[in-house]
């Protein structure tokens, strides 16, 4: 099985260049198949979930042709089924846009219901209330989701809780639905604009989005487009945080400032400084950092995506801070990691109180889902000794070239495929 072999120490410093949004980038390849016509997504992050995605775009007749790295050409004229199997939703829960892109343009479509995961229960229940608001007959039997209708008519859904799911689930169906839609207290991140946006290249008509109402007025149909997918949010501030814990110098390039705004603020907070430019930041940490109080909230506020990035961070800082996760009910469990590696965190249902210590050691860990397994991947690069981490399919859903990108800025790291690669990889670096 794969891990990551790290040896702990060196400040991080030199430039790194940010890809396109994960999380933006599903909600487009969705989106992509809305049209019959060709569609070009560039900037498209070469990760384990959007490959998945496309093969379950694949599996119901869509013809993707990569023509880079991160570039595809989508052409959905020849679905021959609405149908997502298990299979996919299991491997990514994000393969639910389809019910939206598959509702919204053939009125029909069926996909497996997504489990709960590390992270929380993760409900979809105001995705399956948006498109029966829309008119459509929803129902889950047998683990899978079915959503058809004549016609789908616009109304008026007010979210009970900011998901950034259900928003685009419901943005995609409503956007081929007829009369006008508004959704109230939707999710305004900066991949629910993407999304927006794209669907807009295509000749549909969203406005608000980036707001908590967003109005849509149903189309006929969608046309082609080449659209670029905007820089990962996420992926900036964990390279952020990054230069923060290893006390070091890192140029972000392919950033969106005003993206990172609260992540930035909350590291000056805590004594980084940070030279903000057009479209990269420069992150210098110099000292020991502060202790500070954070609590996770939807966009603009501290992204839940950030909270084990920060709370590693905070477990190295002088003093004790508190961290509040208010979106998800159960994504603290990398702290029993952390404590392995000699932080001293007390976990209290949806809070966690961060003793400062002086150092980690390194030790044997587990990535327990995406963005803690980055956390920890950032606790090894500060640790003393070697880290070795396991499960780190988990951390390539979403990072691309990530040991490779560290490794380019000082890092001392690899990834291995067997006992003999660790051996040698200790020998090599000593
Ligand atoms: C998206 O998940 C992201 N995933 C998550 O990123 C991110 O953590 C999350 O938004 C919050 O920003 C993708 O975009 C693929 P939500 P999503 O619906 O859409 C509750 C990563 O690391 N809720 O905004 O599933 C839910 O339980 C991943 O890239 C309902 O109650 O999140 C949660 O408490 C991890 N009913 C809150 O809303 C619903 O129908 C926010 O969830 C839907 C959600």
Same mark, same amino acid.
């Given at each position: 099985?794969?891990?990551?072999?790290?040896?702990?120490?060196?400040?991080?410093?030199?430039?790194?260049?940010?890809?396109?949004?994960?999380?933006?980038?599903?909600?487009?390849?969705?989106?992509?198949?809305?049209?019959?016509?060709?569609?070009?997504?560039?900037?498209?992050?070469?990760?384990?979930?959007?490959?998945?995605?496309?093969?379950?775009?694949?599996?119901?007749?869509?013809?993707?042709?990569?023509?880079?790295?991160?570039?595809?050409?989508?052409?959905?004229?020849?679905?021959?089924?609405?149908?997502?199997?298990?299979?996919?939703?299991? =491997?990514?829960?994000?393969?639910?846009?389809?019910?939206?892109?598959?509702?919204?343009?053939?009125? =029909?479509?069926?996909?497996?219901?997504?489990?709960?995961?590390?992270?929380?229960?993760?409900?979809?229940?105001?995705?399956?209330?948006?498109?029966?608001?829309?008119?459509?007959?929803?129902?889950?039997?047998?683990?899978?989701?079915?959503?058809?209708?004549?016609?789908?008519?616009?109304?008026?859904?007010?979210?009970?809780?900011?998901?950034?799911?259900?928003?685009?689930?419901?943005?995609?169906?409503?956007?081929?639905?007829?009369?006008?839609?508004?959704?109230?207290?939707?999710?305004?991140?900066?991949?629910?604009?993407?999304?927006?946006?794209?669907?807009?290249?295509?000749?549909?008509?969203?406005?608000?989005?980036?707001?908590?109402?967003?109005?849509?007025?149903?189309?006929?149909?969608?046309?082609?487009?080449?659209?670029?997918?905007?820089?990962?949010?996420?992926?900036?501030?964990?390279?952020?945080?990054?230069?923060?814990?290893?006390?070091?110098?890192?140029?972000?390039?392919?950033?969106?400032? =005003?993206?990172?705004?609260?992540?930035?603020?909350?590291?000056?907070?805590?004594?980084?400084?940070?030279?903000?430019?057009?479209?990269?930041?420069?992150?210098?940490?110099?000292?020991?950092?502060?202790?500070?109080?954070?609590?996770?909230?939807?966009?603009?506020?501290?992204?839940?995506?950030?909270?084990?990035?920060?709370?590693?961070?905070?477990?190295?800082?002088?003093?004790?801070?508190?961290?509040?996760?208010?979106?998800?009910?159960?994504?603290?469990?990398?702290?029993?990691?952390?404590?392995?590696?000699?932080?001293?965190?007390?976990?209290?249902?949806?809070?966690?109180?961060?003793?400062?210590?002086?150092?980690?050691?390194?030790?044997?860990?587990?990535?327990?889902?995406?963005?803690?397994?980055?956390?920890?991947?950032?606790?090894?690069?500060?640790?003393?000794?070697?880290?070795?981490?396991?499960?780190? %399919?988990?951390?390539? %859903?979403?990072?691309?070239?990530?040991?490779?990108?560290?490794?380019?800025?000082?890092?001392?790291?690899?990834?291995?495929?067997?006992?003999?690669?660790?051996?040698?990889?200790?020998?090599?670096?000593?």
């Amino acid at each position: 099985m794969e891990q990551y072999i790290i040896k702990g120490g060196s400040p991080l410093a030199g430039e790194v260049e940010i890809g396109g949004a994960k999380n933006a980038a599903l909600g487009i390849l969705a989106a992509s198949v809305m049209t019959k016509d060709p569609v070009i997504i560039e900037n498209l992050p070469d990760v384990r979930d959007t490959a998945v995605l496309i093969q379950a775009m694949e599996s119901i007749g869509t013809r993707v042709e990569r023509i880079d790295r991160h570039t595809v050409k989508v052409i959905a004229a020849g679905i021959n089924s609405y149908s997502i199997e298990d299979g996919y939703i299991k =491997k990514i829960r994000a393969s639910y846009y389809m019910l939206g892109a598959l509702l919204g343009r053939f009125k =029909k479509a069926e996909v497996a219901l997504p489990g709960g995961c590390n992270i929380g229960s993760r409900p979809i229940d105001q995705h399956l209330k948006g498109f029966r608001a829309l008119g459509a007959k929803v129902e889950v039997s047998r683990g899978m989701i079915s959503a058809e209708s004549e016609n789908l008519v616009g109304n008026h859904i007010y979210m009970d809780v900011v998901t950034v799911g259900a928003t685009i689930n419901v943005m995609l169906a409503a956007t081929l639905a007829n009369g006008k839609t508004i959704i109230e207290n939707a999710a305004k991140e900066p991949h629910v604009v993407d999304v927006a946006n794209f669907l807009n290249s295509m000749g549909a008509n969203i406005k608000g989005a980036g707001t908590d109402v967003i109005r849509i007025k149903g189309v006929e149909e969608l046309h082609g487009s080449t659209y670029s997918i905007i820089p990962d949010q996420i992926e900036a501030g964990t390279f952020m945080f990054a230069a923060a814990i290893t006390k070091g110098d890192i140029m972000i390039k392919n950033v969106i400032p =005003k993206h990172l705004e609260s992540i930035s603020a909350k590291l000056i907070e805590i004594g980084c400084e940070i030279e903000e430019f057009d479209d990269c930041l420069r992150v210098v940490a110099t000292k020991r950092l502060a202790s500070t109080h954070v609590k996770t909230l939807p966009y603009p506020g501290f992204p839940t995506d950030m909270q084990p990035q920060i709370t590693t961070t905070l477990a190295l800082s002088e003093g004790t801070s508190i961290v509040t996760e208010s979106i998800f009910e159960n994504r603290f469990k990398y702290v029993g990691e952390l404590q392995r590696m000699g932080a001293n965190i007390k976990v209290e249902g949806n809070t966690a109180i961060i003793e400062g210590v002086d150092s980690f050691s390194g030790a044997g860990i587990s990535a327990p889902d995406l963005r803690a397994g980055a956390a920890l991947v950032l606790a090894a690069l500060v640790a003393d000794g070697f880290t070795i981490i396991d499960d780190i %399919r988990f951390i390539e %859903r979403g990072y691309e070239d990530f040991p490779e990108k560290l490794t380019a800025l000082g890092a001392c790291m690899e990834k291995a495929e067997s006992e003999r690669d660790i051996q040698k990889f200790k020998l090599k670096v000593g």
